[in-house]
Every structure is written in C-alpha cells, then in structure tokens.
C-alpha cells in the first residue's frame, strides 16, 4: 500500500508538472502585443512614432491636429500582407482603441509605395505620439475619408495626382480647380504639377475662398524651381488696384499685397537654389504677414490684406477687375466677356480688358512673369496656423522625415481565435469538434506518460549507477548471511542515506531476490565451509532471478502502450474527421446550390484541423516513444548484465571445491 500511495504521489507531481511546463510554453512560445489587438479580423500591425522631441523633428511649438504624411515601402511595410488598393489599411491612435480618419494618395503593392494622409489630432510638441497601423484584413472595405483627414478650416487641398483633368479639392469645400495642369512624374509627393511660365492653375472664386481684410489665412505649397527668374508669380490674386501675390524674385521668396495700388513687399533674405524641394508658406493675421521657408521665418510684412473675391492662379500672375458688389463672384472659368481673364497662351498673364473707368486700369500694377518649375501638395486655410503646425508639415512632407515618424516592426495577430484561425475554427462542424476533443484528451494522456516514463527511467539510470558501483567494491565471503537490513545497506558497506537512494533501483530488486534464494536453500547457522550449492540449486535461483527481470521490464514499459496508441491512433482520427467534415461541407453545398471558393474554402479547411490535430498528436508521441524505448533497452542490458554477473558470482562462491575460507584466514594469521 505504501508503495502504491508513493506512486500515486508520484502520478501527481508528474500532471503539475505537465501543465506547469504547457503553461509556461504558451507563455514563451505564444506573440505577446503591448495592448490589446484593436480588432481581431487584423492579422498584421506595426506602431508608428511621430517624435516632435529633441531628438526627432526637435518643434516645440504648438502644433495641435494636423494631417500626417505616412510614407510605405518595402522597408517599413509588408505590401504582400495588405489587400492590393491598400483598403485594409486601418490607423489607431496610441490607446489602441480610436480609430484615426485617413486617406489615400496613392498605393501601389506592385511598386512599393504607399502615401497615406492620416488626421492625428492634438500633436504634441516636444513630445512622441504613437499611433498604430493594421492591416492584413481581406475582407476589409474601403474607409477611406479625405474630406475627414482635414479640418473644416482648411478652404482647399490639392495632391495633384489627377491625369488629364483639374485637380480635386480634398476639404469639405470642393473647390476643386478651373483648369488642367500638367503631371510631374516622381515628384516630392507622388504626382505633382508642371508649370511652364505660361499656363497656371485657375482656382475657383467660391465664396469659402473670399478673402475679408481682417480675416486670418495660411498658405503653403512645395515648389521646385527649374530656374531663377525674376518677378516668377507662384500664387495671385488681383481685384483691380488691390492684390496678393506670392513669388520668388531670383530665388527669394517674398509676398507683395496692394491696397489701392500701393504694393508692400517682404525684404529679400538668401535665395534658394533651382532644382530642389522647398516648402513655402505664409500666414496672414491681425495684420501681419508672416512668410516660412522649409518651416522656419523668412520674412514680414505688417500689411492690411485686401478683401478679394475673385478668380486665382497658381504659377501666373493675375489682373481681375473687382466687379461691382451685386455681381455673384464667377463660378466657372473666365470667359471671353467678363472682367476676368485667364493667362495668355504666349506666356505672359492676359492683359486686363479696359474698364470704363480709366483711373482703375491706370492703377492697376504691372504683370508678372509666370513660374518655371514643379509645384506639389498646395493648401489653403481659413485660419492662421501656428509656427509648430508649418515646421512639421515640412518636415512630415520633405524628402527625409526619418528623424520625424519612424516605424516598429511588425506584429502579427497573438490570439488563436484570431485571423484566418478564427475563421476556420468557426467553420468546424460538431464531428469535427467531438474528434479535436478525442485527439486533445489522447495528446494529454501521452503528454502526462512521456513525462512519467522520464522521470522513471531517469531515477532508475542514477539509482543502478550507485548500486553497481557499491556492488562492485562489496568483498562478502558468502551473499546468504547478509540479513534484508544488511542486504539493503550491502553487508553493512553503505550509508543508511545511499541505502535509501538505491532501493529504487531495478539491480537492487535483482539482488535481493538472489540473496532471498540463497537463504531459503542454505541452513541458516551453517558454517562457511558447509554452505555449497548445487548446480541444480543455481540454476532454481537462475529461473528466479530471470522472473525477476521480466516483472522490473513490465515496470520499465509500463503505460508505453499509449504512446503506441497515439502514434498509430491519432493520424487515423485525425483522417476520419477530414473525411467526415468534407462529406458535411459538400453536402452542405448540395444544399444550398452555391458553388463558389468563398463558400467552400472555409469548410474544408475546418475539415482539415481534424487532420492537424491528429498529427499534433502523434509526432510528439512519436519522438517520445523512441526517446524512451532507448532507455528501457539500455536499462533491460544493464539488468541481464547485472544477473549474469551475480549467478557467475554465486558459483565462484557456494561450488564444492571452493577454498576453506576460515583456514585462508588463518594460515594468513
């Protein structure tokens, strides 16, 4: 009874010890994100950090919600994990719970290259600010929302990534354009504008655009001059005496606003050089102009801007007549016969019609040249930006934002019951599940025999390797007077310790029942020299000794049944399952009358997770099986090693003709 209580202790320990090492390989082995995934049907993320710190973009202005330009290639992103048009693109804000409004410009799987606008509000300054990107979501619909990625203070927002008609407003305003601009390919944003010096961009007189005298705005533009020209218009806007133009004189930006024929202009600092990207931009509040050049202060003005309603270009010079107060602003591109006039087609601005009153042509400031060179990513808004909201927009836009917005690796879903995973989990059918169920209790069971079998063998192993070498320093003149105390302590040579150690040995067991055999042949107070068996006698306790050995190999290969059953047992339920979850799917089918991959896909593939489990469950069992039964042919040989050793030795001690060991005792006295 002791000996079963200390083996179902045993048993025991051997289960805790099971699922404590299950527990922890989950926990090694199984992804661990840093927060909860934002939704499970997203197999792929990565985090983004906009880094307005010191050691980033270094803005410590404020900056406030603004549209981040988030850049994909192949090094930062997995295009093949993402659905083609990039409609599976999802972003989040640091808490991994709010979704962000974004659009797309352009996303190109083939390529490599994605430029996504993404509306990241409240940026801090001096500060990183996380956001998370996910993706790998087939199913995925389109979300995308350009209208949403800006605020409504924004008046117009081109890209410049139309072909062969006028741009479109991105903001809530539609202004779109009036006119057809040429492509620039491989420009600083995806595609960008080509403006030759004679034909501009005509922008809308809408009244979401008209311009009040004491109203607040902020221009911003990239440009990328192919020479220096002198007096070159990048943005005007004239109505009559009063105007607003923004350009560059020999490569030095500058803003020129007119009041009733008076021109103000910001002083010239270092000009730019041609060829390259350059940011402009300028805000207009309180009275005060303020020009930026690749975000950082260039010039200004105190100036009182004009109220204009009328017609703009991009890349020309403009001359409007302010039409009367009654008169609706124009809505469609200038005809012929109205006060507005679109640029020449010789390369200068059109020359503005004679009005009746003649003072007003006479005051009327002289045209400028058109600008020569490429333009990207222009916008307008109804509201004075701050210093921080210009300096990171060129530094989120320019050619190296690296500093800026830099991205993690990626993450893949860590959840089981997430992903394709989870879509073929809640296709398996009740069979299916009832099989899954057997093949788990069976991994279990071989699990729980693979760790016993182990621990066994391996306390067998230690136990035989301490008996054997006590065994051979023993120098006993007959085995059959040693007691069972002295026969578990070796004649009294071992520690009660190391006697206790090696009664788990299998050699142990052997030797005593040697001992056992001797004693019930021999009289017990005999002299040495009368103790002689015969060999009729050695060859009883031979058969004992071999009884012996088969009852210690039925304890080594105790319960190794299972694992044979879960080798062989497991792929074949495994098997039945596939089989039976196909004949449902099919059937299903041939119910329905719907033929289609989307409809079997998700069955078969529920089917083949019988197939799976059943190999779960064998290779394991499989690789432990062998494992083990190598240590039980070892541990057998050490056995009948062992017998053979002590029957050899027994002879050598109870033969007939064996020395007088008391008279060799005492011829040595």
């Not at 309603?309 to 890349?315: M, R, Y």
């Not at 989120?396 to 989990?425: C, K, M, N």
């Not at 017998?643 to 030795?649: A, G, I, S």
């Amino acid at each position: 009874m002791a000996r079963q209580s200390r083996r179902g202790a045993r048993a025991a320990a051997n289960v805790k010890t099971f699922l404590l090492l299950a527990l922890v390989a989950v926990l090694t082995f199984a992804p661990q994100p840093a927060k909860a995934w934002w939704n499970d049907d997203w197999q792929m993320r990565k985090k983004i950090t906009i880094d307005a710190s010191a050691t980033g973009g270094n803005i410590t202005d404020a900056i406030g919600t603004t549209p981040v330009l988030v850049r994909l290639h192949p090094g930062n992103f997995r295009f093949s994990a993402a659905k083609e048009d990039g409609s599976d693109l999802r972003f989040v804000a640091g808490d991994d719970k709010t979704p962000l409004k974004h659009h797309i410009e352009k996303f190109d799987g083939l390529l490599g290259e994605g430029l996504v606008w993404v509306a990241v509000p409240n940026l801090q300054a001096g500060a990183k600010t996380d956001l998370w990107l996910y993706y790998g979501n087939k199913k995925a619909a389109a979300t995308a929302d350009a209208k949403g990625t800006y605020d409504t203070d924004t008046m117009l927002v081109y890209h410049f990534g139309e072909r062969g008609t006028p741009s479109l407003d991105s903001s809530v305003w539609a202004n779109n354009a009036q006119s057809v601009g040429q492509p620039a390919e491989g420009s600083l944003i995806g595609l960008g504008l080509r403006l030759d010096g004679r034909n501009a961009l005509t922008l809308p007189a809408s009244s979401s655009l008209a311009m009040t005298s004491d109203g607040a705005w902020t221009y911003s533009l990239w440009i990328k001059p192919a020479a220096l020209q002198p007096n070159a218009a990048l943005y005007s806007r004239r109505d009559g005496a009063n105007g607003f133009v923004v350009g560059l004189d020999n490569g030095a930006p500058f803003v020129e606003v007119t009041n009733a024929g008076a021109a103000q202009r910001t002083a010239a600092a270092a000009p730019i050089a041609a060829g390259g990207w350059h940011h402009i931009a300028l805000v207009v509040a309180a009275g005060q102009v303020t020009l930026y050049l690749d975000g950082a202060v260039y010039g200004s003005l105190a100036a009182t801007v004009p109220a204009l309603n009328t017609l703009a270009l991009v890349g020309a010079d403009s001359q409007v007549v302010s039409p009367a107060p009654a008169t609706p602003a124009p809505s469609a591109s200038p005809q012929a016969d109205t006060p507005a006039a679109a640029p020449a087609a010789d390369g200068g601005a059109a020359p503005v019609p004679e009005a009746s009153p003649d003072a007003a042509a006479a005051a009327a400031p002289a045209a400028m040249a058109g600008f020569v060179g490429d333009i990207d990513e222009l916008e307008i808004a109804k509201v004075a930006r701050s210093p921080g909201f210009i300096r990171f927009a060129a530094a989120d836009q320019g050619t190296d934002p690296s500093r800026l917005i830099s991205f993690s690796v990626d993450e893949e879903t860590a959840s089981w019951l997430s992903g394709y995973f989870a879509v073929i989990l809640k296709s398996v059918t009740i069979d299916g599940w009832v099989v899954i169920g057997m093949l788990l209790v069976m991994a279990a069971l071989s699990w729980v025999v693979m760790l016993d079998r182990a621990s066994y063998l391996n306390r067998q192993a230690k136990a035989n390797a301490r008996f054997v070498k006590s065994f051979h320093e023993l120098d006993l003149d007959f085995l059959e007077t040693c007691e069972d105390e002295e026969v578990a302590t070796l004649g009294g040579r071992l520690a009660a310790g190391d006697a206790r150690k090696i009664r788990a040995s299998s050699l142990y067991r052997v030797y005593h029942i040697g001992t056992a055999e001797i004693r019930r042949r021999l009289a017990r107070r005999r002299t040495a020299s009368a103790a002689v068996l015969s060999a009729a006698s050695i060859a009883s306790i031979r058969a004992a000794l071999d009884a012996g050995v088969v009852k210690e190999m039925q304890n080594l290969n105790r319960l190794m049944v299972i694992l044979t059953i879960a080798i062989s047992g497991g792929p074949f339920l495994g098997l039945l399952g596939t089989v039976v979850g196909v004949m449902i799917t099919f059937a299903a089918i041939a119910a329905s009358g719907d033929v289609n991959v989307n409809a079997i896909a998700p069955g078969i593939a529920a089917a083949l997770v019988a197939t799976v489990t059943g190999l779960g469950v064998a290779i394991p069992a499989l690789f432990g099986y062998n494992y083990l039964i190598s240590k039980i042919k070892n541990l057998t040989s050490d056995i009948q090693v062992f017998v053979d050793e002590l029957v050899t030795r027994m002879a050598e001690l109870y033969s007939a003709d064996r020395p007088d060991p008391v008279e060799q005792r005492m011829a040595a006295e």
